[in-house]
């Protein structure tokens, strides 16, 4: 059901995600810091992620920032959040892109291709900021800041998923007060 509704990553993303957060907690396991720890909590962060932005429409984010924050710095944060979004969407297809012309060119197996694969994909989404950077400067004049109304669709299960958040919201600050 998660896959049709598309919460999760496709194989190829959910390795790249995955296996850099397990590589970086073999690291610090490796040594002297609390791998294990980091490693389990970054995989579940990383699952509410997906589960999170998987049913999320488009503007959401843009909706809530400027909600939030009003028009000038709100709208910097949604503008800012929604072309973040739109390129971690866009990488899914891209590694699957560098994955085939790296079969072609006669990849040495995928360890091997963990090197050119990030770096590529490191460049394609500077290019890419770069790019819309430019397009909001010149073609908007965009110098910060911006009108946006925004507009909200409520359902049943938005209430539902509200009042969960605010227990697992409290849950966590519970759980918090023993370090403070």
């Excluded at 998660?2 to 850099?20: K, Q, S, W």
């Excluded at 579940?44 to 992620?49: G, K, M, R, S």
């Excluded at 965009?142 to 507009?151: D, I």
Aim: hydrophobic share 45%; charged share 20%; glycine share 12%.
């Amino acid at each position: 059901m998660a896959r049709n509704e598309r919460n999760l990553p496709g194989r190829v993303a959910a390795t790249v995600i995955f296996g850099a957060i397990m590589l970086f907690a073999g690291f610090t396991e490796a040594f002297g810091g609390d791998g294990i720890s980091y490693g389990f909590r970054m995989t579940v962060v990383t699952l509410i992620a997906f589960w999170a932005f998987g049913r999320g429409r488009e503007g959401d984010l843009m909706n809530t920032a400027v909600w939030a924050f009003g028009d000038r710095i709100g709208f910097d944060l949604g503008l800012t959040a929604e072309m973040a979004v739109s390129s971690l969407r866009r990488i899914e297809k891209d590694v699957r892109d560098i994955r085939n012309a790296l079969k072609l060119k006669g990849s040495r197996g995928p360890v091997y291709d963990l090197i050119p694969l990030g770096f590529t994909l490191t460049l394609m989404q500077i290019h890419r900021a770069r790019e819309q950077g430019r397009v909001l400067a010149t073609r908007g004049g965009y110098q910060g800041g911006g009108t946006f109304t925004p507009s909200f669709h409520c359902s049943k299960t938005d209430i539902f998923a509200f009042f969960s958040s605010i227990l697992i919201i409290a849950a966590v600050f519970v759980s918090f007060v023993g370090y403070l």
